[in-house]
């Protein structure tokens, strides 16, 4: 199922690869006591679990005319656990009217599995580029990270879906803010990796921002201080947090959450400071 906002004369659509099983909250951010979420039950939980998905953003004009921008690439093909579920970012794609060979960039927020599943194909061992005409965009700071020889042996998905991007030729190594498209720019928001990133989209006088895992639950925007277990440095992490809720209230900014439920995942902020209010579009 998709969904799409436009920012100006730029359609940003979500395209959901797969729905996992709802999870225990208090594995995810074990330092929120349960009572905490009261405020947030059925607003941010369902019936009290964390129910994600996981999902890319497509960004390109409504007129259909210049570049296609894909901001991440969630699971990938599959069979995942549990039940042997394909991914559907492929098929969501083509029912959203594109062609892997028409996306001209994937722009990697981070390396994290479940945003480069689809990156690379294989036919045997043999890999190739999913999207065959893109350039991927990953942070350098990531890619230092991700691949370095302590991290990279220990983390399946750098080696099948990140590592492969270099020999494929297909691999552009980000520093601080770079343009994607045009109105389309990555914008450096790090601490839940070390090289995270959003893309930040603007057209005609409007703003709109694909925040990657800046959070992953809707109540981290009024409580910007709970961390998931995911966020690599908390510290960095919050301030990042705090930093483009900042912006996006003052701006008036769409927000597109890559981790919230499909009908919830598009919004609006207002606040200031460290809590902010969300509104889903
Ligand atoms: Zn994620």
Redesign the pocket.
């Known amino acids: 199922m998709a969904i799409s906002a436009n920012i100006g004369n730029i359609q940003v659509t979500a395209l959901v690869d797969l729905t996992p099983p709802a999870r225990d909250v208090s594995m995810i951010y074990p330092d929120v006591p349960a009572e905490d979420w009261g405020p947030y039950q059925g607003f941010a939980l369902e019936d009290g679990m964390w129910q994600?998905q996981?999902c890319a953003y497509l960004v390109r004009r409504a007129d259909g005319d210049g570049p296609i921008v894909l901001v991440?690439a969630a699971m990938g093909p599959g069979p995942h656990e549990p039940g042997d579920v394909p991914g559907k970012l492929l098929e969501e794609l083509s029912a959203a009217g594109v062609e892997p060979g028409e996306v001209s960039a994937v722009v990697t927020?981070?390396p994290?599995g479940?945003?480069v599943g689809w990156n690379v194909s294989y036919d045997g061992d043999t890999p190739r580029a999913t999207f065959p005409n893109a350039c991927y965009m990953i942070a350098k700071a990531d890619w230092d990270h991700w691949t370095s020889d302590e991290i990279a042996p220990n983390v399946p998905a750098i080696g099948r879906s990140v590592q492969p991007l270099e020999g494929l030729g297909v691999l552009h190594l980000v520093e601080g803010e770079e343009d994607v498209a045009p109105g389309v720019k990555t914008l450096p928001a790090n601490g839940?990796t070390p090289g995270h990133q959003v893309v930040v989209v603007e057209s005609n006088g409007d703003t709109g921002v694909i925040i990657?895992?800046l959070f992953?639950n809707v109540a981290q925007v009024t409580e910007t201080e709970w961390c998931p277990m995911?966020d690599w440095n908390q510290d960095m992490a919050r301030a990042s947090r705090r930093d483009i809720l900042g912006k996006a209230a003052a701006g008036n900014w769409t927000v597109f959450a890559?981790?919230l439920r499909i009908g919830s995942n598009i919004g609006k902020v207002s606040g200031s400071g460290d809590s902010f209010t969300w509104q889903s579009l």
């Open positions: 994600t996981y991440d927020t981070h994290h479940d945003h839940h990657g895992d992953h995911f890559g981790h």
